[in-house]
Protein backbone atom coordinates (compact mmCIF):
# COMPACT_ATOMS: atom_id res chain seq x y z
CA UNK A 1 0.00 0.00 0.00
CA UNK A 2 2.73 2.25 0.63
CA UNK A 3 4.55 1.65 -2.52
CA UNK A 4 1.28 2.47 -4.62
CA UNK A 5 1.18 5.87 -2.61
CA UNK A 6 4.51 6.96 -3.24
CA UNK A 7 4.23 6.35 -7.30
CA UNK A 8 0.96 7.75 -7.86
CA UNK A 9 2.37 10.88 -6.02
CA UNK A 10 5.38 10.92 -7.56
CA UNK A 11 3.39 10.64 -11.06
CA UNK A 12 1.53 13.74 -9.91
CA UNK A 13 4.83 15.14 -9.83
CA UNK A 14 6.24 14.82 -12.95
CA UNK A 15 2.63 15.88 -14.37
CA UNK A 16 2.33 18.98 -12.76
CA UNK A 17 6.35 20.12 -13.54
CA UNK A 18 5.67 18.92 -17.23
CA UNK A 19 2.72 21.70 -17.81
CA UNK A 20 4.62 24.01 -16.40
CA UNK A 21 5.54 26.37 -19.21
CA UNK A 22 8.90 27.31 -19.71
CA UNK A 23 10.13 30.80 -18.49
CA UNK A 24 11.42 33.18 -21.24
CA UNK A 25 14.71 34.82 -20.57
CA UNK A 26 14.83 38.34 -21.67
CA UNK A 27 17.63 40.06 -21.70
CA UNK A 28 18.88 43.11 -19.33
CA UNK A 29 17.30 46.52 -21.37
CA UNK A 30 19.84 49.04 -22.27
CA UNK A 31 17.08 51.79 -23.16
CA UNK A 32 18.23 54.28 -20.88
CA UNK A 33 15.23 56.47 -18.97
CA UNK A 34 15.93 60.46 -18.77
CA UNK A 35 14.71 62.20 -15.53
CA UNK A 36 12.24 64.71 -15.92
CA UNK A 37 12.91 67.81 -14.16
CA UNK A 38 10.23 69.02 -11.58
CA UNK A 39 7.46 71.41 -12.06
CA UNK A 40 7.19 74.54 -9.84
CA UNK A 41 4.27 75.18 -8.46
CA UNK A 42 2.67 78.32 -10.45
CA UNK A 43 4.08 81.37 -8.07
CA UNK A 44 4.33 85.05 -8.88
CA UNK A 45 5.92 85.74 -12.42
CA UNK A 46 9.70 86.12 -12.06
CA UNK A 47 10.75 88.61 -14.11
CA UNK A 48 13.75 87.93 -16.84
CA UNK A 49 17.09 88.36 -15.89
CA UNK A 50 19.41 90.89 -17.63
CA UNK A 51 22.64 90.74 -18.70
CA UNK A 52 25.67 93.25 -20.48
CA UNK A 53 28.80 92.49 -21.53
CA UNK A 54 28.17 88.29 -20.52
CA UNK A 55 27.92 89.73 -16.80
CA UNK A 56 23.77 89.04 -15.34
CA UNK A 57 21.58 91.08 -13.26
CA UNK A 58 18.71 90.71 -11.65
CA UNK A 59 17.06 94.26 -9.68
CA UNK A 60 13.25 92.94 -9.18
CA UNK A 61 11.53 92.01 -6.19
CA UNK A 62 9.33 89.01 -6.14
CA UNK A 63 9.03 88.14 -2.38
CA UNK A 64 7.06 89.60 0.54
CA UNK A 65 8.65 93.01 1.33
CA UNK A 66 7.23 93.29 4.66
CA UNK A 67 9.02 90.78 5.88
CA UNK A 68 12.32 91.28 4.37
CA UNK A 69 12.75 88.81 2.41
CA UNK A 70 13.83 89.93 -0.97
CA UNK A 71 14.78 88.66 -4.21
CA UNK A 72 16.35 92.21 -5.49
CA UNK A 73 20.10 92.39 -6.56
CA UNK A 74 22.18 95.40 -6.49
CA UNK A 75 25.10 94.01 -8.53
CA UNK A 76 26.09 91.36 -10.77
CA UNK A 77 24.60 87.92 -10.20
CA UNK A 78 28.03 85.94 -8.76
CA UNK A 79 27.80 82.34 -9.85
CA UNK A 80 29.98 79.14 -9.53
CA UNK A 81 31.48 77.58 -12.29
CA UNK A 82 32.19 73.98 -11.78
CA UNK A 83 33.99 72.27 -14.35
CA UNK A 84 32.33 69.68 -17.03
CA UNK A 85 29.09 71.30 -15.37
CA UNK A 86 26.75 73.72 -16.17
CA UNK A 87 25.14 76.33 -13.71
CA UNK A 88 21.43 76.76 -15.05
CA UNK A 89 19.25 79.30 -13.74
CA UNK A 90 15.73 77.36 -14.47
CA UNK A 91 14.20 77.89 -11.42
CA UNK A 92 15.96 81.59 -10.28
CA UNK A 93 15.23 82.88 -8.04
CA UNK A 94 14.21 81.19 -4.82
CA UNK A 95 11.86 83.39 -2.52
CA UNK A 96 13.60 82.52 0.99
CA UNK A 97 16.18 84.84 0.92
CA UNK A 98 16.45 88.48 2.35
CA UNK A 99 19.69 90.85 2.34
CA UNK A 100 22.54 91.19 4.30
CA UNK A 101 22.01 94.69 4.59
CA UNK A 102 19.54 94.93 8.02
CA UNK A 103 21.47 97.80 9.63
CA UNK A 104 22.86 101.96 8.79
CA UNK A 105 25.87 102.85 10.45
CA UNK A 106 26.94 106.56 10.86
CA UNK A 107 30.11 107.70 12.07
CA UNK A 108 32.69 110.52 11.64
CA UNK A 109 35.97 110.33 10.50
CA UNK A 110 37.73 112.19 13.34
CA UNK A 111 40.19 113.35 11.00
CA UNK A 112 40.18 115.57 7.66
CA UNK A 113 39.43 115.79 4.01
CA UNK A 114 42.68 114.14 3.27
CA UNK A 115 43.80 112.08 5.70
CA UNK A 116 40.09 110.31 5.76
CA UNK A 117 39.95 109.66 2.24
CA UNK A 118 43.69 108.01 3.16
CA UNK A 119 42.77 106.05 5.77
CA UNK A 120 39.48 104.93 4.33
CA UNK A 121 41.14 103.32 1.40
CA UNK A 122 44.94 102.64 2.38
CA UNK A 123 44.35 101.25 6.05
CA UNK A 124 42.79 98.12 7.65
CA UNK A 125 39.69 100.48 8.10
CA UNK A 126 36.68 101.04 5.55
CA UNK A 127 33.40 102.42 5.16
CA UNK A 128 31.09 102.09 2.20
CA UNK A 129 30.48 105.91 1.72
CA UNK A 130 32.15 108.57 2.68
CA UNK A 131 30.90 112.18 3.16
CA UNK A 132 33.39 114.72 2.04
CA UNK A 133 33.65 118.50 3.57
CA UNK A 134 34.05 120.34 0.26
CA UNK A 135 30.55 121.59 -0.30
CA UNK A 136 30.26 119.85 -3.83
CA UNK A 137 27.86 116.74 -4.88
CA UNK A 138 29.74 114.30 -4.89
CA UNK A 139 29.29 111.12 -2.30
CA UNK A 140 32.49 108.81 -2.35
CA UNK A 141 31.65 105.72 -2.59
CA UNK A 142 34.91 103.17 -1.36
CA UNK A 143 33.46 99.55 -0.68
CA UNK A 144 30.70 97.72 -2.80
CA UNK A 145 27.37 97.28 -1.01
CA UNK A 146 27.61 93.58 -1.25
CA UNK A 147 30.56 93.43 0.34
CA UNK A 148 31.68 94.09 3.74
CA UNK A 149 33.36 97.31 5.25
CA UNK A 150 35.37 96.95 8.04
CA UNK A 151 33.61 100.17 10.18
CA UNK A 152 31.52 98.80 12.80
CA UNK A 153 34.13 96.81 14.86
CA UNK A 154 33.05 95.06 18.08
CA UNK A 155 29.45 96.22 18.47
CA UNK A 156 25.92 95.08 18.68
CA UNK A 157 21.89 95.68 19.01
CA UNK A 158 19.27 93.81 20.06
CA UNK A 159 20.08 90.36 19.10
CA UNK A 160 22.74 90.94 16.52
CA UNK A 161 26.45 91.07 17.30
CA UNK A 162 29.53 91.94 14.80
CA UNK A 163 27.48 94.23 12.80
CA UNK A 164 29.63 94.11 9.91
CA UNK A 165 28.45 91.56 8.79
CA UNK A 166 24.86 92.97 8.59
CA UNK A 167 25.45 96.67 7.90
CA UNK A 168 26.21 99.47 5.73
CA UNK A 169 29.17 102.12 7.20
CA UNK A 170 28.64 106.19 6.24
CA UNK A 171 31.43 108.10 7.12
CA UNK A 172 31.43 111.92 7.53
CA UNK A 173 34.44 113.89 7.05
CA UNK A 174 34.72 115.83 11.02
CA UNK A 175 37.53 116.69 13.02
CA UNK A 176 35.47 115.06 15.85
CA UNK A 177 36.05 116.63 19.32
CA UNK A 178 38.54 118.40 21.48
CA UNK A 179 39.20 118.55 25.20
CA UNK A 180 38.55 121.92 26.61
CA UNK A 181 40.27 122.87 30.04
CA UNK A 182 37.38 121.52 32.41
CA UNK A 183 37.82 118.43 30.68
CA UNK A 184 34.64 118.68 28.35
CA UNK A 185 34.66 117.38 24.77
CA UNK A 186 33.72 120.00 22.51
CA UNK A 187 32.02 118.66 19.64
CA UNK A 188 32.79 120.09 16.16
CA UNK A 189 29.81 121.07 14.29
CA UNK A 190 28.75 119.62 10.61
CA UNK A 191 28.16 121.50 7.71
CA UNK A 192 24.63 122.07 5.92
CA UNK A 193 26.01 120.09 2.79
CA UNK A 194 26.98 116.98 4.88
CA UNK A 195 23.52 117.23 6.29
CA UNK A 196 21.84 117.35 2.68
CA UNK A 197 24.65 114.53 1.40
CA UNK A 198 24.16 112.53 4.19
CA UNK A 199 20.17 112.66 4.31
CA UNK A 200 19.68 112.04 0.56
CA UNK A 201 22.50 108.64 0.65
CA UNK A 202 20.42 107.24 4.23
CA UNK A 203 17.15 107.99 2.58
CA UNK A 204 17.94 105.89 -1.03
CA UNK A 205 19.97 102.83 1.00
CA UNK A 206 16.98 102.39 3.48
CA UNK A 207 14.40 102.44 0.83
CA UNK A 208 15.71 100.35 -0.99
CA UNK A 209 17.31 97.45 1.86
CA UNK A 210 13.61 98.49 3.58
CA UNK A 211 16.50 98.95 6.65
CA UNK A 212 13.52 99.50 9.84
CA UNK A 213 14.03 103.08 11.47
CA UNK A 214 15.30 101.09 14.68
CA UNK A 215 18.19 99.85 12.53
CA UNK A 216 19.76 103.47 11.41
CA UNK A 217 21.97 103.88 14.39
CA UNK A 218 25.28 105.67 15.61
CA UNK A 219 28.42 103.90 15.90
CA UNK A 220 27.80 105.29 19.28
CA UNK A 221 24.91 103.29 19.41
CA UNK A 222 25.98 99.80 18.62
CA UNK A 223 29.48 100.42 20.72
CA UNK A 224 29.01 102.86 23.17
CA UNK A 225 32.02 101.78 25.41
CA UNK A 226 34.23 102.74 22.71
CA UNK A 227 32.83 105.07 20.44
CA UNK A 228 31.22 108.45 20.85
CA UNK A 229 30.96 109.39 16.73
CA UNK A 230 28.96 111.21 15.02
CA UNK A 231 28.34 112.74 18.41
CA UNK A 232 25.54 114.94 19.77
CA UNK A 233 25.96 117.99 17.09
CA UNK A 234 24.38 115.23 14.92
CA UNK A 235 20.92 116.40 14.09
CA UNK A 236 18.99 113.20 14.06
CA UNK A 237 15.89 114.37 15.01
CA UNK A 238 16.33 116.81 11.94
CA UNK A 239 16.59 113.91 9.75
CA UNK A 240 13.66 111.82 11.18
CA UNK A 241 11.34 115.50 11.13
CA UNK A 242 12.49 116.59 6.91
CA UNK A 243 13.35 113.21 5.76
CA UNK A 244 11.67 110.66 7.94
CA UNK A 245 14.68 108.79 8.82
CA UNK A 246 15.71 106.98 12.18
CA UNK A 247 13.90 107.17 15.13
CA UNK A 248 12.47 109.89 17.73
CA UNK A 249 10.38 109.78 20.56
CA UNK A 250 6.53 111.20 20.78
CA UNK A 251 6.52 113.94 22.85
CA UNK A 252 2.89 113.65 24.30
CA UNK A 253 4.77 110.09 25.20
CA UNK A 254 7.79 111.91 26.71
CA UNK A 255 5.38 114.05 28.32
CA UNK A 256 2.94 111.23 30.21
CA UNK A 257 5.87 109.71 31.52
CA UNK A 258 7.67 113.20 33.13
CA UNK A 259 4.58 113.24 34.88
CA UNK A 260 4.80 109.65 36.46
CA UNK A 261 7.04 110.84 39.60
CA UNK A 262 8.22 114.48 41.16
CA UNK A 263 11.92 115.38 40.68
CA UNK A 264 11.94 114.57 44.50
CA UNK A 265 10.66 111.57 44.24
CA UNK A 266 13.26 110.56 41.02
CA UNK A 267 16.42 112.04 42.78
CA UNK A 268 15.41 109.25 45.66
CA UNK A 269 15.34 106.31 42.99
CA UNK A 270 18.56 107.50 42.14
CA UNK A 271 20.47 105.31 44.68
CA UNK A 272 17.84 102.40 44.56
CA UNK A 273 19.17 99.12 43.42
CA UNK A 274 15.99 97.89 42.06
CA UNK A 275 15.56 100.98 39.84
CA UNK A 276 18.94 101.15 38.42
CA UNK A 277 18.31 97.65 36.89
CA UNK A 278 14.93 98.60 35.58
CA UNK A 279 17.11 101.50 33.79
CA UNK A 280 19.39 99.21 32.44
CA UNK A 281 16.59 96.41 31.48
CA UNK A 282 15.01 99.36 29.71
CA UNK A 283 18.13 100.23 27.88
CA UNK A 284 18.76 96.83 27.00
CA UNK A 285 15.32 96.25 25.35
CA UNK A 286 15.80 99.31 23.46
CA UNK A 287 18.69 98.01 21.83
CA UNK A 288 21.89 98.69 23.69
CA UNK A 289 24.39 95.75 24.54
CA UNK A 290 24.57 96.30 28.11
CA UNK A 291 24.59 94.02 31.14
CA UNK A 292 22.58 94.78 34.26
CA UNK A 293 24.52 95.29 37.31
CA UNK A 294 22.04 97.28 39.90
CA UNK A 295 24.85 100.12 39.56
CA UNK A 296 25.71 103.32 37.90
CA UNK A 297 29.07 101.38 36.61
CA UNK A 298 31.10 102.75 33.55
CA UNK A 299 29.32 100.67 30.92
CA UNK A 300 26.13 101.84 31.96
CA UNK A 301 27.50 105.70 32.19
CA UNK A 302 28.68 105.73 28.87
CA UNK A 303 26.05 103.84 27.32
CA UNK A 304 23.76 106.29 28.79
CA UNK A 305 25.79 108.92 27.30
CA UNK A 306 25.41 107.46 23.78
CA UNK A 307 21.73 107.30 24.22
CA UNK A 308 21.84 111.00 24.99
CA UNK A 309 24.26 111.77 22.09
CA UNK A 310 21.38 110.45 20.07
CA UNK A 311 18.25 111.71 21.69
CA UNK A 312 19.21 114.40 24.10
CA UNK A 313 22.03 115.92 22.97
CA UNK A 314 21.48 118.89 24.79
CA UNK A 315 22.41 117.44 28.07
CA UNK A 316 24.74 114.33 27.23
CA UNK A 317 26.75 113.34 30.64
CA UNK A 318 26.18 110.10 30.87
CA UNK A 319 23.80 110.64 34.09
CA UNK A 320 20.53 109.76 34.46
CA UNK A 321 17.57 112.60 35.25
CA UNK A 322 14.28 112.48 34.78
CA UNK A 323 14.09 114.22 31.13
CA UNK A 324 16.87 111.20 29.66
CA UNK A 325 14.38 108.51 31.70
CA UNK A 326 11.05 109.75 30.18
CA UNK A 327 12.58 109.67 26.61
CA UNK A 328 13.86 106.13 26.76
CA UNK A 329 10.55 105.13 27.97
CA UNK A 330 8.43 106.95 25.30
CA UNK A 331 11.27 105.29 22.43
CA UNK A 332 10.33 101.71 24.08
CA UNK A 333 6.89 102.20 23.87
CA UNK A 334 6.81 103.60 20.35
CA UNK A 335 9.40 101.16 19.18
CA UNK A 336 8.62 98.04 21.09
CA UNK A 337 11.79 94.89 20.48
CA UNK A 338 9.94 92.13 18.34
Given at each position: MRNS????????LLFSCASQKPVKKTSRSTHKTTATKPVPKPGPAKPSI?????????????????????????????????AGYKVVKTYFPSIAQNFRQKYLILHYTALDEAKSVSVLTQQAVSA?????DLGDNEIYQLVDENKRSYHAGISGWRNDRMLNDTSI???????????????KRIFAPFKEAQIKKVAALVKDIAQRYMIPPTNILAHSDIAPTRKQDPGPNFPWKRLY????????????ARQMF???????????????????F?????????GYDLQPSGTWDDATQKTLQAFQYHFRP???????????????QALNQKYPAK
Open positions: LYIIGLSASSASGVEFYTQNIADATKNDNTISYGSIVTAKPHYLVNGIEIVNIGYTVDAAGDEYQIGMWYDEPLTETTPEDFTMKLTDTTFIKVQMALQKFQVSDGILDIETWAIL
